[in-house]
């Protein structure tokens, strides 16, 4: 049997436009050269991740098969371009997926119920979770089948009150026994412009509340990781040199670091019921593999 532990990690926050998608690809795209198995799974039905790792959808690839027993696992991971790295795809009808998974009274548990198998097999050193930026069914569902949580965080005024949304359900799943083992591993700062002083501030704020579990890595903006989507790459295998291929390589170690540093069976870390408040009015000036 394969001793290998997957780390299922599910990379969420309700809003948009936070970096969210780009850290999926670029993280997998890090781990890849430190020779991990990555397995993404894009969960949001834009399909942003699987474009991103050059692939296009198709219908019936997706979770959206597995969740409603139409289709194995094993027959919608594709392969991507780039190797160590696996893709289960979106689709537009994992829209529909709310209202199948609704429907059922195991609701919370369909999604860790579909990766059963990837974990037991062992295949795969990470999950990497796509979630959507939404509030609904599927993203409670993939938080439920999750390890641990990253929050990707813009570095601007409004980002920090999505912070109580993500920490409030993580206690809930606590509460319920629904995941009393899921904890929030760590706050990534995205889109960090060091010319305004508002981005500084607000990632001292966070720092300054939520601690170590807030990653030392900050991710610039760049106009080279707006751009490498477009060629279906991440940045990381785009423009290696850019600064931001460079930041998500040094959040890629860091992360890594903290995993082979936490056994499977540790309690999860507290979180903070509230984020800090805003640190000013002041407006940013920032531009914007097959199974066996």
Known sequence: MNERKTRVIAIANQKGGVGKTTTVVNLAAALSLMKKTVLVIDLDPQANATSGLGLQRQPGYSLYPILTGAADIADVIQPTPFENI??????????????????????????????????????????LMDCPPSLGILMTSSLAAADAIIVTMQCEYYAMEGLSVITNIIKQLHDSGVNPGLRLEGILMTMYDGRTRLAMDV??????????????????????????????????????????????????????????????????????????????????????????
Not at 86 to 108: K, T, V, W, Y
Not at 204 to 232: D, K
């Open 203 to 292: 990632v001292n704020e966070v720092r300054a509340h939520f601690g170590e579990i807030v990653y030392e890595t900050l991710i610039p903006r760049s106009v080279r990781v707006s751009e490498a989507p477009s060629f279906g790459q991440p940045v990381v295998f785009y423009d290696p040199s850019n600064r931001g291929a460079v930041a998500y390589k040094a959040f890629a170690k860091e992360f890594a670091k903290r995993f082979s540093s936490v056994p499977a069976d540790t309690a999860p870390a507290p979180v903070a019921a509230e984020p800090p408040a805003p640190p000013s009015n002041e407006t940013s000036t920032a531009e914007t593999s097959t199974l066996p």
């Open 86 to 127: 696996n893709i289960i795809p979106s689709e537009l009808d994992l829209a529909g997926a709310e209202i199948e998974i609704a429907r059922r009274g195991n609701h919370l548990s369909v999604v860790r119920e579909a990766l059963d198998r990837v974990l037991v097999s062992g295949v795969f050193d990470y999950v």
